[in-house]
Structure formats: C-alpha cells, structure tokens
C-alpha cells in the first residue's frame, strides 16, 4: 500500500534528509587517499547525532554501521572498515537518518584524488540518470516513467542499469512501497500523486548488470568486476512537480 504524505509529514522528511544532506557533504570533502572508510563512518555517525536524529542504517536488520561505504566494483551496501582508499577510486556514500519518526536517504558517489576518465563518465552519466528520473516524478504520470528515463539515459552512454537492487517510497519506515525500479518501459505502474515520497536510487555499472553478494552477506558487487556507481535523492511528488527533499538547502 503506498501512503500519502501530508504537508506536515513532509517537512519533517524535509529535516531528516537535510541531515543526510549536509552529512553527505562533509564526507565529501572528507574524501582523500589514505583515510579508511571507518572514519567516515564515523564522522557520518557524530554528524547525524549531535543534528538530533538517529542514523537509521546502523542495526537495520543487523547491519553494523550507520554508512554504507562501497569502492569501485561494489555497488551498494559496503561494510565501512580498516580499508584505506586509494587514489583513483571512486565510492559511494549512502546515509539514512531518523528524524522524530520519519526517515531521509540519500547517496553519492565521490572520487577519491584524481580517477581515470571512465570513472568520471561512470559518475557523470549516473547522476544524470538520477534527475532524468526526478525529471519524470510529477503528478499523473505513472512510476515506470521514472524508471524509463534512468535506464534510457545510462543504456545510451553504454552503461548497465543494476536490476536485482530498486529504489523504493519512505516514510515512516526506510523502505515502503511502491518499489521503484531503474528500469523498465513507459507508462506502467501506480500513477503518481501529490503526497508520494519516493527514494529514487540508479546503480549503473561499466560493464554487466549481474550483481552478486559477498560473504558477509551485505555488499553487494560487479559480476565482472567493473566499476559501479550510485547516486540517490528522496523526493516528493507535489503539483508542481518533484520536491527533492535531500538537496543540499544552504542555510
């Protein structure tokens, strides 16, 4: 069952994906070869705490950490750790909070020092694909537009759209319904309405879409073990189109 979102449920969303969102950017700028994905963690962590609110990740359905911290051919859902970034990587950042009972979600993918001209494109083209999707998040469309123009737009750079991984709605709960895809054709699925608060996430890879999972039961990696990037905003839909709820507000 997808929930609308009252205006007032709305703004409170507004505050737990602006944590995410100034969280996202001091971590970017934190970003250097030679630091371990643990201290990002935990700056993340301090972050999102001393703003009052909970960093929903941490202990959802047992994952250790309030950061998910994945490096090159990992798509989503690394396990942050002693591993020290190298120049050239690329990595991406997804961070969840908690505010007074309502959920934010937003990643990026960041570089680390200077990467290879692929990597760069990779990240270009998955960001892009992103607000191709946001783009589509207006009221009367249906939900596969969104998924349509991520996928069109990464297939024609020549990159693969991640199928087994979705976005999904929030709320009061990190992941509602409807789930949304990053891929799929025109004008199917639930009609979009004012109210909708959707979490729209393309994982796009250089090579193979097939993802597989590592040991530890969480990260989730390239096939062939190319790169992958990920970018993610929550957005609401509104009457006069998609209000991006974890875009960076400057205060």
Same mark, same amino acid.
């Given at each position: 069952?997808?929930?609308?979102?009252?205006?007032?449920?709305?703004?409170?969303?507004?505050?737990?994906?602006?944590?995410?969102?100034?969280?996202?950017?001091?971590?970017?700028?934190?970003? #250097?070869?030679?630091?371990?994905?643990?201290?990002?963690?935990?700056?993340?962590?301090?972050?999102?705490?001393?703003?009052?609110?909970?960093?929903?990740?941490?202990?959802?359905?047992?994952?250790?950490?309030?950061?998910? &911290?994945?490096?090159?051919?990992?798509?989503?859902?690394?396990?942050?750790? #002693?591993?020290?970034?190298?120049?050239?990587?690329?990595?991406?950042?997804?961070?969840?909070?908690?505010?007074?009972?309502?959920?934010?979600? &937003?990643?990026?993918?960041?570089?680390?020092?200077?990467?290879?001209?692929?990597?760069?494109?990779?990240?270009?083209?998955?960001?892009?694909?992103?607000?191709?999707?946001?783009?589509?998040? #207006?009221?009367?469309?249906?939900?596969?537009?969104?998924?349509?123009?991520?996928? &069109?737009?990464?297939?024609?750079?020549?990159?693969?759209?991640?199928?087994?991984?979705?976005?999904?709605?929030?709320?009061?709960?990190?992941?509602?319904?409807?789930?949304?895809?990053?891929?799929?054709? #025109?004008?199917?699925?639930?009609?979009?309405?004012?109210?909708?608060?959707? &979490?729209?996430?393309?994982?796009?890879?250089?090579?193979?879409?097939?993802?597989?999972?590592?040991?530890?039961?969480?990260?989730?990696?390239?096939?062939?073990?190319?790169?992958?990037?990920?970018?993610?905003?929550?957005?609401?839909?509104?009457?006069?189109?998609?209000?991006?709820?974890?875009?960076?507000?400057?205060?």
């Amino acid at each position: 069952m997808i929930i609308l979102k009252s205006p007032e449920e709305i703004e409170k969303m507004r505050i737990a994906n602006q944590i995410v969102a100034r969280a996202l950017k001091t971590l970017k700028e934190m970003v #250097k070869p030679g630091m371990t994905t643990e201290e990002l963690d935990r700056a993340a962590e301090e972050i999102i705490l001393a703003a009052g609110a909970r960093p929903s990740f941490k202990g959802y359905r047992g994952f250790p950490a309030s950061l998910c &911290a994945s490096i090159n051919s990992e798509v989503v859902h690394g396990i942050p750790g #002693k591993r020290r970034l190298k120049e050239g990587d690329i990595i991406s950042l997804d961070l969840g909070t908690e505010y007074e009972g309502y959920y934010g979600d &937003a990643a990026i993918t960041v570089a680390v020092g200077k990467v290879s001209p692929e990597a760069n494109r990779l990240m270009d083209v998955t960001r892009e694909s992103l607000y191709k999707g946001i783009e589509q998040a #207006k009221e009367g469309k249906h939900l596969s537009d969104i998924s349509h123009a991520i996928q &069109a737009h990464a297939e024609a750079a020549g990159f693969s759209v991640v199928t087994d991984f979705v976005g999904h709605g929030i709320g009061t709960k990190p992941h509602e319904d409807p789930q949304v895809p990053n891929y799929g054709p #025109k004008g199917v699925g639930p009609i979009l309405k004012s109210g909708m608060v959707l &979490a729209i996430e393309p994982m796009i890879n250089a090579g193979t879409h097939y993802v597989e999972v590592l040991d530890d039961d969480w990260t989730v990696v390239t096939r062939d073990g190319k790169l992958s990037a990920h970018f993610e905003h929550s957005i609401a839909i509104t009457r006069n189109g998609a209000d991006v709820l974890s875009e960076l507000v400057a205060y």
